[in-house]
């Protein structure tokens, strides 16, 4: 097998470097099979295809982070359609975070190159087996693309209808496909991702895929969404309903509670051979590949994220602002609270804090010590506007403080987004480990919900383990974990959604935080509302289908509240 991988390596590097050009050449859809796949490099860039839909932070969400949208930041412009969202502004006509017909597209794709990769033929001169582990192996990896974009249709929607072949313009049975049960759907999801690493087991294939700046670690990639999606068909949003479309109408929660802590353990059981938490988190968000993304989403060299975050001061625009009631769910280095009102608030905090937020005097690479507190600095609240921070934060994480945007000559670089990454697994397992046993039960698992837990804080640099006996103490724990590991990683939006918590929390007011020095020196500080109509109804918690799809395809069931 190592042929085959030098030549998939090969293969994928080139077209990552070289993506833009084919964009220029006649569209995929236009190809007829018989002329694509009998050509290894226009079959590449089939498989490069599927990747179409995957998940990508900030550019999925017009230029904010989908963050924004939730208790942890807001966006500078109100008139962004994040913004918007948090204020429950979504209709069916417009449902703001939409990724319908976007995944669809993606799943057909994944289908049509399934359907006619068995036309390779061996013109790259390869021996007739290495032809046949290719096609395995791109099957495999197409189905775990696909897998992953089921997933991502039933975290929003719940039950979808479920696309097993492709369709020709005038095959009608395409728009009279009814939803599938979620149950149905979730057993889909795992089906495809047991199969998906059943091959990738049996060829030993651990090499990581680039596909036109989608990327995967392929023998963890499908056991990772395979546990990702069992951890959510576990959670409160998805169980004891009456609507079999919508969850589980059984009372049978606490043994998906254990299948799920099962199939995160298997993931979490790969490290320290193919994974393991990366050492150091500030690098995490920049440096790539590291041993931590299992799936991740790039983009072209550029600057924009910088440009949309920066402060005005460094000719950035403000961007997505982190709220003062996430800061508030930052902890000291110790494990202890952190004081607001103390003057000592932002000292021996969690590591994590600096890396994730900017604040009154931290420092941007070699252009010094950001001034919030100054009224007549820019970077002050609402001092230039719909550019200053409106909350008296800025967004860190991602952002290359390496990038200079009042230079002559910008640099640009690569900026990653991860969909799932192994701190995520580690916390899901807690979670579930702590719901089907308890914090401090290893099962037969061999981790207790407390050590997983534990070692997310560890490598964070939290001196301090946490330790308790109380069920119900460790999920506000791992949850306020959740929150601040992943922060501004589209992690919060469903948490507070699969928790079922999103009503309480999404209903309170956004919060700032404002330092001020007069020229005195006197400084002042206090808490104010940046955003009061901040508004979550029950029916948000499964997306509305667009309209645009419930007229197309009559067979369609809406979500509750829903028209």
């Not at 913004?83 to 979504?90: D, E, N, R, V």
């Not at 017909?101 to 390869?126: H, V």
Request: glycine share 6%; with cysteine.
């Amino acid at each position: 097998m190592r042929t085959i991988k030098h030549i998939l390596i090969t293969g994928c590097i080139a077209l990552a470097v070289s993506s833009c050009d084919y964009l220029d050449q006649q569209p995929y859809e236009y190809w007829q099979p018989e002329e694509t796949f009998i050509d290894y490099n226009k079959t590449i860039q089939m498989l490069n295809s599927v990747y179409v839909s995957m998940p990508n932070g900030y550019q999925s969400n017009y230029t904010a982070f989908l963050d924004a949208s939730t208790d942890d930041g807001a966006y500078v412009d109100p008139a962004n359609a994040m913004y918007k969202l948090g204020q429950g502004y979504a209709t069916e006509i417009s449902p703001i975070e939409n990724r319908w017909a976007d995944l669809y597209i993606g799943i057909r794709r994944t289908l049509y190159f399934e359907q006619y990769i068995p036309l390779l033929q061996n013109n790259a001169g390869w021996t007739d087996a290495q032809v046949e582990s290719y096609k395995e192996l791109a099957i495999a990896e197409s189905k775990s693309v696909r897998a992953l974009y089921y997933f991502e249709l039933i975290k929003r929607y719940g039950g979808v209808p479920l696309v097993k072949k492709t369709y020709t313009l005038d095959d009608k049975e395409i728009i009279t496909l009814p939803r599938n049960n979620f149950s149905d759907c979730v057993d889909y999801i795992v089906n495809l991702c047991n199969e998906a690493s059943e091959i990738f087991t049996r060829y030993n294939y651990i090499t990581n895929q680039y596909r036109g700046f989608g990327f995967l670690s392929a023998s963890t990639c499908p056991l990772a969404i395979k546990a990702k999606t069992l951890a959510y068909a576990a959670s409160p949003l998805f169980n004891n309903v009456q609507n079999p479309i919508l969850g589980y109408t059984d009372g049978n929660v606490q043994e998906r509670w254990k299948l799920a802590a099962k199939a995160l353990k298997t993931v979490i059981d790969l490290a320290p051979s193919k994974l393991y938490l990366y050492p150091n988190f500030e690098k995490l968000f920049i440096i790539q590949p590291n041993t931590e993304y299992i799936v991740y989403t790039g983009n072209p060299k550029n600057y924009m994220l910088e440009l949309y975050n920066y402060p005005p001061s460094l000719l950035g625009s403000g961007g997505t602002c982190p709220s003062h009631n996430l800061v508030c769910a930052f902890e000291k280095k110790d494990g202890s609270a952190n004081d607001m009102q103390s003057d000592t608030r932002f000292e021996n905090m969690d590591p994590r804090f600096d890396v994730t937020i900017v604040r009154d005097g931290s420092i941007l690479g070699a252009r010094g010590a950001i001034d919030i507190s100054d009224p007549n600095s820019q970077d002050a609240i609402g001092k230039v506007n719909l550019r200053s921070t409106v909350t008296g934060y800025y967004l860190r994480k991602f952002l290359d403080t390496n990038i200079n945007l009042s230079a002559q000559t910008i640099t640009s670089t690569y900026h990653y987004f991860p969909v799932i990454r192994l701190a995520d697994i580690y916390l899901l397992y807690a979670e579930a480990m702590n719901e089907a046993y308890g914090p401090n039960d290893a099962a037969d698992l061999g981790w207790t919900a407390l050590e997983a837990l534990n070692k997310v804080r560890t490598r964070a640099g939290i001196t301090v383990p946490y330790t308790t006996t109380s069920q119900t103490e460790m999920t506000k724990k791992i949850r306020n974990e959740r929150r601040v590991e992943l922060a501004f990683e589209d992690q919060r939006y469903f948490d507070l959604r699969r928790w079922k918590t999103a009503e309480k929390d999404l209903n309170q007011p956004l919060m700032g935080f404002r330092i001020e020095r007069q020229d005195n020196g006197v400084v002042s500080t206090h808490e104010f509302v940046v955003d009061g109509q901040r508004k979550f109804n029950t029916k948000m918690y499964y997306s509305p289908i667009p309209y645009s799809e419930m007229q197309l395809n009559t067979n369609l069931v809406q979500n509750p509240g829903w028209r």
